[in-house]
């Protein structure tokens, strides 16, 4: 369930906002006149949730790559890389 604080939570009880996300790992959303306004992490939180997009990016690629045809069997891809390591 997510943990939504009103804005003045975000001033007056920051340590304890700051102490949650890091020991959840999971946001907490502020609120400002009642209505949804900012979602707040840790930057550990942030990064790791930025790695997870760019892999995910990466994914598509290589499943778009796939399916147009842009690949090579896997015995060739090894090889390559092989040779390449001097392996």
Do not use: W
Request: charged share 25%.
């Amino acid at each position: 369930m997510p943990v939504i604080r009103a804005s003045a939570d975000l001033r007056n009880k920051y340590s304890e906002i700051s102490n949650y996300c890091h020991t959840t790992n999971e946001p907490v959303f502020i609120t400002k006149n009642g209505q949804g306004d900012l979602a707040v992490m840790s930057i550990a939180q942030y990064d790791f949730l930025l790695e997870k997009i760019d892999l995910y990016s990466k994914l598509a690629e290589g499943v778009k790559d796939f399916q147009t045809g842009k690949h090579e069997p896997f015995d060739k891809a090894i090889s390559d890389i092989r040779s390449k390591l001097g392996i």
